[in-house]
């Protein structure tokens, strides 16, 4: 008898905190000292010396550590965000590339802004763009970081990446 039903694969070219390539890259443990799960491909800042918190608004570029790294090592119920969980380590990327999501459409060597926002829309903070924007997408620039690939808003590009300290 065939098999009935099936699983779902995703064989997307690209997921959030994905490596683009085998390039050489720098990756750090942290914390996740927040209250909720932090998503995989966003923007991380400091939180203490060795934990890390989502961006927000009253964050600065100084303390951006860098890209929260997609990991495989944990079971993911379907509905729950994939991501860093609460109270454990994570791999945060500082040096290399990685599929990041963009809130407006990027080319491939524009500079990259993160996403600070101002609280009205916390689901794009973290998130990357290509211009400071206003209000819910204001955004700090980064330096030494650029995008590599282009997308369209809301999908997933590849950045390249240089996080000191």
Do not use: C, W
Not at 31 to 60: H, W
Not at 75 to 80: E, K, L, R, S
Not at 118 to 135: E, I, K, L
Request: glycine fraction near 12%; hydrophobic fraction near 45%; proline fraction near 2%.
């Amino acid at each position: 008898m065939a098999v009935q039903g099936g699983y779902a694969i995703n064989h997307n070219k690209a997921i959030a905190g994905m490596l683009v390539d085998s390039q050489r890259n720098n990756t750090v443990s942290k914390l996740n000292t927040t209250s909720a799960t932090v998503p995989y491909g966003v923007a991380v800042a400091r939180s203490g010396e060795n934990g890390f918190e989502l961006i927000t608004d009253s964050t600065v570029i100084a303390d951006v550590v860098g890209v929260l790294r997609r990991e495989m090592n944990r079971a993911v119920a379907d509905g729950d965000v994939h991501g860093a969980v609460v109270d454990r380590d994570a791999s945060v990327l500082t040096v290399g590339t990685i599929y990041v999501p963009v809130i407006t459409t990027v080319t491939a060597g524009q500079a990259a802004y993160v996403v600070i926002g101002n609280d009205t829309d916390p689901d794009t903070v973290g998130h990357f763009s290509n211009a400071a924007g206003t209000g819910a997408t204001t955004a700090l620039a980064m330096p030494n970081a650029k995008f590599i690939s282009g997308a369209a808003s809301g999908g997933l590009a590849a950045l390249s990446i240089v996080v000191g300290g």
